[in-house]
């Protein structure tokens, strides 16, 4: 299983990226796949998931009506989409996958982990 994660940059506050993560090598049907991220000095929190098979999405209070979390099945490709971006947002952002179909929101719930893209929001 590979989760290549991609998109991650500098932008001013106000702006928006697109976050991107490919998965390859498992079936995606009945999965999960979220965003996490890693602001310094915190731990690794939830930021959005979304069950690959029905598209249903659940987004942590602090991105709610900013970040949209979406997939495309013919890419296996999952994206975050940052919108009103503000500097509290700065963080290394990882995309994860979970063998179940449920939404849920602790590191220990995701079996594969991509590698980090750096988002930067600058003032």
């Known amino acids: 299983v590979q989760l290549q994660a991609s998109g991650g940059g500098l932008v001013q506050a106000g702006g928006s990226l697109r976050l991107s993560c490919a998965a390859s090598g498992f079936t995606f049907s009945r999965r999960v796949m979220g965003w996490f991220r890693q602001c310094p000095g915190k731990e690794r929190e939830f930021v959005a998931g979304?069950?690959?098979?029905?598209?249903?999405?659940y987004y942590a209070d602090s991105v709610k009506g900013r970040f949209t979390i979406s997939r495309d099945g013919a890419r296996n490709t999952v994206y975050l989409q940052l919108n009103s971006l503000k500097r509290e947002d700065t963080a290394v952002y990882y995309c994860a996958a979970a063998n179940r179909p449920v939404i849920l929101t602790t590191i220990q719930d995701y079996d594969y982990w991509g590698q980090g893209t750096l988002v930067t929001v600058s003032s």
């Open positions: 979304i069950n690959w098979s029905a598209g249903w999405t």
